[in-house]
């Protein structure tokens, strides 16, 4: 059972920057996507960005474009968002979110990371 936990949260004033990291345990074999999600207080989840097993496949929010970046460590089994200029609106929890690419695969969630955004 694919297992995420999620650090690197906090609070920063705009402009700052923040890493956030999710670590991967449990995978046995085969392709997946990692996303990261954002959940903001009365508001829907949204999806942030999304990369592929091997790195090679990358997708942004419009709203996060050219400030956050996803990137992955293999060797160490964990998947970054880079978060640049960051914006009161990107204030949220954030979560980790496996999916497996196989027809009827597994998928998990982590238990989320603050963000906050304040001057």
């Known amino acids: 059972q694919v297992q995420l936990v999620e650090s690197g949260g906090g609070s920063v004033q705009p402009g700052e920057s923040l890493r956030l990291s999710c670590t991967i345990s449990g995978h046995t074999g085969g392709l997946y996507y990692i996303s990261w999600y954002r959940q903001a207080t009365g508001k829907e989840r949204e999806l942030v960005a999304t990369i592929s097993a091997h790195g090679l496949s990358k997708n942004y929010a419009d709203s996060v474009k050219g400030r956050f970046t996803i990137s992955s460590d293999n060797s160490r089994k964990t998947v970054y968002l880079q978060m640049d200029n960051l914006k009161p609106e990107d204030t949220a929890d954030y979560y980790c979110?496996?999916?497996?690419?196989?027809?009827?695969?597994?998928?998990?969630w982590g238990q989320g990371t603050q963000v906050t955004v304040s001057s």
């Open positions: 979110h496996y999916r497996s690419a196989l027809a009827g695969g597994s998928s998990a």
